[in-house]
């Protein structure tokens, strides 16, 4: 089975910086589409950054300049670098993967457990 884990998660103070990580797992030869989305108390799940592979990334516009996307396809993980957090970023934060080729399977959409970030002082 595939299966994503993120890592990262955790409790720093608001221009604090933070770094998620998201292995993949399960034979995978390939992932079309790697991201991140976040869901905060009360609110729906959003999109925060998305980086498909061979083409541009995409940041929804509450990230953009402050979060980068990357990813390492030998790895078949996608990272997301935090820098400038603010109080409002607090969040589930859950990894994303569309079009997942393993085991001669192919999964059209994969989530992540999630991994709590919170900013505050």
């Known amino acids: 089975q595939v299966q994503l884990v993120e890592s990262g998660g955790g409790l720093v103070q608001p221009g604090g910086s933070l770094r998620l990580s998201c292995a993949a797992s399960?034979?995978?030869?390939?992932?079309?589409?790697m991201g991140w989305y976040r869901q905060a108390p009360g609110k729906q799940r959003e999109l925060v950054a998305v980086?498909?592979?061979?083409?541009?990334?995409v940041y929804a516009d509450s990230v953009k300049g402050r979060f980068t996307i990357s990813r390492d396809n030998a790895k078949n993980t996608v990272y997301l670098q935090m820098i400038s957090l603010k109080p409002e970023d607090t969040a589930v934060y859950y990894c994303?993967?569309?079009?997942?080729?393993?085991?001669?399977?192919?999964?059209?959409?994969?989530w992540g457990q999630g991994t709590l970030v919170t900013v505050s002082s």
């Open positions: 994303y993967a569309e079009g997942v080729r393993a085991s001669s399977s192919w999964y059209p959409k994969v």
């Open positions: 399960g034979s995978i030869s390939s992932i079309d589409v």
């Open positions: 980086i498909p592979s061979g083409r541009s990334t």
